[in-house]
């Protein structure tokens, strides 16, 4: 058998030979990847830790009348003893500065901070999240968007467990609606890969970012690193650039459940969804090395699988090698099938994600890519 095995592999040109370890190589990579990141990311232990004596709850609007007059009663029912609610109107011109003085009449607690245009200093939310973080009542602060929604009245209590006593961030998933059409599905898809990567990287002590739409952070890390003064001059980074400078394997934590996260509503039009995408990979190369290399594997690897086994198949024409090769790709996607499924068992996520996968992420990689690309090109300089 050995001896028919040497033979048969003797037979191949050095590039056969080539193309069949990057096959295998890139093989061993996806699973290593589906098992050691998204699969350690549902593996959250049961959290037994106390929760903080208050939380300071904040929310950064702009011009977000309509959501406000949501979100601010459903963060005022949560199910916890002492907390507050800051909403900073960041120079809003709709009705926001309205709307929030006709809640204060239901909610006198919720505190207000109003910034007028000539006060803002910083672009994107930084300046208005860092006078939201000064104004906090309690050491432990909770981050979302006004156009977002907890899935529980335990949001707080889940995502602060621990904060303030054995560590100092807490990284929470963060999904988005589910309406039809196909770009709803590949919105809903990226979040969900998205969260899978940095909650796995954290959960295996490798913390390199967060979703400012469910982060938790205590005001002492936050000023400890001078806030955002590394990155005040971007637009974004609020939550992953802070995540990457502020954790450490010890101090951060993720939460996978169902009763963490928050639900976002999605953009409706292809322009706007990718100009988002376009303002979040501007941070991307500020990430550590490390961290670089090792989330550029995953596509990369995906790339090299699929044009190193169709290459194979066209230059070696073998029904042996064509099934050898139908395998791998086929135990590949019967591996991350399984991950996916459990991940949105955990968090009750449509199982129509885990059905089109396959080509939702083909069409996902190439987008990013496409996105990427652009960015290195034509370098944006501004972000409104």
């Known amino acids: 058998m050995e001896k028919t095995f040497v033979l048969w592999i003797w037979k191949f040109s050095a590039i056969e030979i080539t193309l069949l370890a990057a096959v295998a190589f890139s093989f061993l990579i996806q699973a290593y990847y589906n ?98 973080i000064k104004a906090a009542m309690y050491d432990v602060v909770l981050l979302t968007d006004a156009d977002c929604r907890p899935t529980s009245k335990n949001w707080i209590k889940e995502m602060t467990k621990g904060v303030g006593e054995r560590k100092e961030i807490s990284l929470g998933f963060s999904g988005y609606k589910k309406y039809p059409g196909y770009l709803n599905k590949l919105i809903r898809f990226d979040a969900f890969i998205a969260g899978l990567n940095y909650l796995g990287f954290a959960k295996t002590g490798r913390p390199y970012m967060g979703v400012g ?15 955002f003064r590394t990155h005040y001059k971007l637009a974004s980074g609020d939550d992953d650039l802070f995540v990457k400078e502020a954790s450490t394997a010890k101090n951060t934590q993720n939460v996978f459940h169902f009763d963490a996260q ?5 953009h409706k039009t292809w322009a706007k969804w990718s100009f988002q995408k376009k303002r979040h990979f501007t941070t991307a190369p500020l990430y550590k090395g490390s961290i670089k290399f090792s989330l550029m594997l995953w596509p990369v690897s995906y790339f ?17 090698l064509w099934g050898t090769l139908g395998g791998l790709i ?9 991950v996916l499924n459990i991940s949105c068992n955990r968090l009750k996520i449509s199982k129509d994600l885990v059905w089109l996968f ?27």
């Open 35 to 132: 098992l050691k990141y998204f699969l350690s990311a549902t593996k959250t232990k049961k959290n037994e830790e106390s929760s903080p004596d208050g939380v300071s709850v904040i929310v950064c609007a702009r011009n977000e009348e309509s959501n406000l007059m949501e979100l601010v009663p459903v963060i005022m029912e949560q199910d916890f003893p002492k907390f507050q609610l800051i909403v900073v109107n960041d120079s809003s011109w709709d009705d926001t500065a309205d709307i929030l003085k006709a809640l204060q009449v239901s909610y006198p607690s919720m505190h207000v901070i109003e910034i007028n245009e000539d006060k803002q200093m910083m672009q994107g939310k930084k300046f208005a999240l860092t006078l939201g």
């Open 358 to 384: 396959p080509l939702l992420e083909k069409h996902l990689f190439l987008v990013h890519s496409m996105l990427y690309l652009h960015n290195l090109v034509r370098k944006p300089q501004k972000w409104n």
């Open 262 to 266: 928050t639900i976002s509503e999605p």
């Open 304 to 320: 090299v699988l699929w044009i190193a086994a169709i290459a194979l198949s066209i230059i070696y024409p073998n029904s042996i």
């Open 330 to 338: 086929f135990l590949r996607y019967l591996i991350q099938f399984i």
């Open 213 to 227: 739409r469910n982060l938790c952070y205590t005001k002492t890390a936050f000023f400890r690193i001078g806030g």
